[in-house]
């Protein structure tokens, strides 16, 4: 083995755990021993190793990296596979393998559509975006999602219209189209915690007085027939992603409130079942 060949075949190598497993590293590395040239070229490759892999780990992963490109994916146009199973000499055996794997799929038990739901939706908004509907009061943002071709007829209750809007989002799950109200307020905090409501001028707490704080809110509204498993009953107040959420059922409408509080904060926002809000066509 000359050191041409010996370059080679530790260029491939990125650790070298066990020499003795592969023979031609061992050759190699035996002309390291033996060549000073060729060892300081591999002292350099090491270090330039060493040095790019500490680099590569000490990156920090942006949280929900996966759900965005899961998200992006799903906006992507398929491909036109129909074309490439045109071929007759393809279509049966495909076709027999679409079988297997249906009968097998439907004997696998499925995730609650709500909770999948639920989990997809705070993923949306737990990361950056842009607004799809531009509006600054309620009115204007019906209207929106009206043009859109969106949810428009709602129900907003009585809490949710003191709030300030920002926007809305226009997004889809399983075929159904989702309204997304994006909302902000604000709240007096004192030092009960993080989320915490407090009557104004009531924070002698031991951490100053009390301040303004922004509270982000998130109504998405999806046709009912989308959730066969949510009851007008609606779900218990839940933490997912570091949001809190509630959902619940009403008219011809499913709502899923998420904010960026507390339990609290969320509960002084939730819509009852009974309770009758602004509406649209509703």
Same mark, same amino acid.
């Given at each position: 083995?000359?050191?041409?060949?010996?370059?080679?075949?530790?260029?491939? #190598?990125?650790?070298?755990?066990?020499?003795?497993?592969?023979?031609? =590293?061992?050759?190699?590395?035996?002309?390291?021993?033996?060549?000073?040239?060729?060892?300081?070229?591999?002292?350099?490759?090491?270090?330039?190793?060493?040095?790019?892999?500490?680099?590569?780990?000490?990156?920090?992963?942006?949280?929900?990296?996966?759900?965005?490109?899961?998200?992006?994916?799903?906006?992507?146009?398929?491909?036109?596979?129909?074309?490439?199973?045109?071929?007759?000499?393809?279509?049966?055996?495909?076709?027999?393998?679409?079988?297997?794997?249906?009968?097998?799929?439907?004997?696998?038990?499925?995730?609650?559509?709500?909770?999948?739901?639920?989990?997809?939706?705070?993923?949306?908004?737990?990361?950056?975006?842009?607004?799809?509907?531009?509006?600054?009061?309620?009115?204007?943002?019906?209207? *929106?999602?009206?043009?859109? *071709?969106?949810?428009?007829?709602?129900? #907003?209750?009585?809490?949710?219209?003191?709030?300030?809007?920002?926007?809305?989002?226009?997004?889809?799950?399983?075929?159904?189209?989702?309204?997304?109200?994006?909302?902000?307020? @604000?709240?007096?905090?004192?030092?009960?915690?993080?989320?915490?409501?407090?009557?104004?001028?009531?924070?002698?707490?031991?951490?100053?007085?009390?301040?303004?704080?922004?509270?982000?809110?998130?109504?998405? !509204?999806?046709?009912?027939?989308?959730?066969?498993?949510?009851?007008?009953?609606?779900?218990?107040? @839940?933490? =997912?992603?570091?949001?809190?959420? !509630?959902?619940?059922?009403?008219?011809?409408?499913?709502?899923?409130? !998420?904010?960026?509080?507390?339990?609290?904060?969320?509960?002084?926002?939730?819509?009852?079942?009974?309770?009758?809000?602004?509406?649209?066509?509703?």
């Amino acid at each position: 083995m000359d050191k041409r060949e010996a370059k080679e075949i530790l260029s491939s #190598v990125c650790r070298i755990r066990d020499e003795a497993a592969d023979p031609l =590293v061992a050759g190699a590395l035996e002309q390291v021993r033996l060549d000073p040239e060729l060892a300081h070229w591999w002292e350099q490759l090491q270090e330039a190793d060493k040095i790019l892999r500490e680099k590569l780990q000490a990156i920090e992963i942006p949280p929900f990296l996966d759900r965005q490109i899961l998200s992006a994916a799903r906006d992507v146009e398929p491909s036109r596979w129909w074309k490439i199973l045109a071929a007759p000499k393809l279509i049966a055996p495909f076709a027999a393998a679409a079988v297997v794997i249906v009968g097998l799929w439907s004997i696998q038990p499925q995730p609650a559509a709500f909770g999948a739901y639920r989990s997809e939706m705070v993923a949306a908004v737990s990361v950056p975006y842009e607004m799809d509907v531009e509006a600054h009061d309620f009115a204007d943002l019906r209207r *929106g999602f009206a043009e859109a *071709g969106w949810p428009s007829d709602y129900r #907003v209750s009585s809490a949710l219209q003191a709030t300030d809007v920002e926007g809305g989002l226009l997004r889809t799950w399983r075929g159904k189209k989702v309204s997304v109200l994006c909302l902000e307020t @604000e709240r007096e905090t004192g030092g009960t915690g993080h989320g915490a409501i407090e009557e104004k001028g009531t924070g002698d707490t031991g951490h100053g007085a009390d301040h303004e704080e922004d509270l982000y809110l998130w109504l998405f !509204v999806v046709d009912r027939s989308a959730l066969p498993d949510l009851s007008e009953t609606g779900t218990a107040i @839940e933490k =997912v992603d570091e949001l809190m959420t !509630v959902a619940w059922a009403q008219g011809k409408k499913a709502y899923l409130l !998420v904010d960026d509080g507390d339990e609290r904060s969320l509960r002084a926002f939730r819509q009852k079942a009974g309770e009758r809000g602004h509406t649209g066509s509703d």
